[in-house]
């Protein structure tokens, strides 16, 4: 059996996701994506679940929530190897999910939006996204997360060398840049809050 039989796929930038998306569903990996890749995916031929088909929540608060739901957080947090994990997962009728392909929109270009407010940056500060990567990140001996298209060809090449797998180094370099691109988009958005902070009547 493959060790990746689901995976989450939510891009901004989407560069070659779809050849990396054929490349999973070509081994029968369950691909659950959101708005603009799932539109891309589907138009591509690739067959695709929307997030709220999955959790069974539609998206809420004009699209603030939709991939935080704990079916989502639970298949990414679990220990694979941990009997009560294996439990209340079974218990609630839930999966793991085994890989996310997720990256953020950098946040120069968020800032550098014609006309843009502190108040709409914040607004567009990627939420589920970011803590997506983050939980499959923390759990990186179970789950690959690939933030960065430029891996789409190391991840390609061990999946079809390992079965629909990926390695342990690799994961933990995976990890290591997801947390790394993460803490940058926030220490960024901190700072042009900083600059922009409103001044004393």
């Not at 789950?143 to 079809?160: D, F, G, S």
């Amino acid at each position: 059996m493959p060790r990746i039989r689901r995976a989450l796929v939510s891009c901004h930038d989407k560069s070659n996701v779809v050849d990396l998306a054929r490349l999973l569903e070509a081994y029968g990996v369950e691909i659950i994506s959101t708005s603009g890749t799932l539109a891309l995916l589907l138009e591509s031929g690739v067959n695709a679940v929307s997030i709220a088909d999955y959790t069974g929540i539609p998206e809420l608060m004009d699209g603030r929530v939709k991939s935080l739901h704990p079916k989502v957080h639970a298949g990414l947090l679990g220990i694979r190897d941990s009997k009560l994990h294996q439990e209340q997962m079974q218990a609630h009728e839930w999966s793991w999910i085994d890989m996310v392909v997720a990256n953020l929109q950098p946040v120069d270009e968020l800032m550098a939006a014609p006309g843009i407010s502190p108040d709409e940056v914040v607004e567009r500060v990627d939420i589920g996204g970011a803590a997506m990567m983050r939980s499959a990140a923390k759990n990186f001996r179970y789950v690959t997360v690939v933030a960065n298209p430029q891996w789409y060809p190391r991840i390609m090449h061990e999946l079809r060398a390992l079965e629909c797998d990926t390695s342990y180094d690799t994961r933990f370099a995976l990890a290591r840049e997801v947390f790394e691109c993460v803490a940058a988009y926030d220490a960024a958005i901190a700072a042009y809050l900083k600059e922009h902070e409103p001044k004393p009547n």
